[in-house]
C-alpha cells in the first residue's frame, strides 16, 4: 500500500510518523484490496487532529478525529476505519454472483430477501449560502478562488444555473431551460 503521510502545522517526528504507517498497515488484515492511503496530521492550539483518507478497489473510506495527542486521534481514526472496512466487507460477501452448486440450491430453496437490509442514502453535510445574481465569466472567478467542485448561482434574470469543474481542467455550465 501507498502511504503518504503530511503534517501541517506541526514539526514532523519519526516516531509519530512510524506509528501512523503501523497502525494504518494492520488495516490490510482486514481488506487486501487497500491500494492507497493518505494521512494528515495537524495541531491547532492543543488539539490534535488526524485525517486518513484509504482506497480500496475504487472506493475512498474517511476518518477524522480530534484529541489532545497524535497517539490517541490515529488508534480512534483506526478504529473508526476498521468499521468501515468490516462493513464494506460485509456488504462484497452479500452480492458476490453465486456458483454453479449455489443456483442448484436455489431451485430447491426460497430465500426472504426482505431480509437484507439495504442501506438507504442520507444526506450528510448540507451548506447553506447566499447568491448575488452574477454572470458566468464571474461565476467561474469565484469557482477559481474556492476549492468547490461547483457553484450555483443565479444569474442576471434569476435564472439558476450551475458551473463545475471537469476533469480535464476547464469548466462546464449547467443551464436548465
Known sequence: MNLNITFRHVDPSETTKDY?????????????????????????????????????????????DETVDFHTAIDNVVDKLERQLKRYKEKLKRHKPLRNRERRGLQETVYAYESFEEETPRVIQTEHYTTHPLTVDEAVMEMDLTDRPFLVFTDVDEK???????????????DPE
Open 20 to 64: 501512523a504507517a503501523e497502525k494504518i498497515g494492520r488495516l490490510k488484515r482486514y481488506f487486501d484490496g487497500l491500494v492507497e492511503g493518505n494521512v494528515v496530521l495537524s495541531q491547532e492550539k492543543i488539539r490534535h487532529l488526524a485525517e486518513v483518507t484509504l482506497i480500496a478497489n475504487g472506493v475512498r473510506l474517511n476518518a477524522k
Open 160 to 174: 439558476v444555473k450551475v458551473v463545475y469543474r471537469r476533469e480535464d481542467g476547464n469548466y462546464g455550465l449547467i
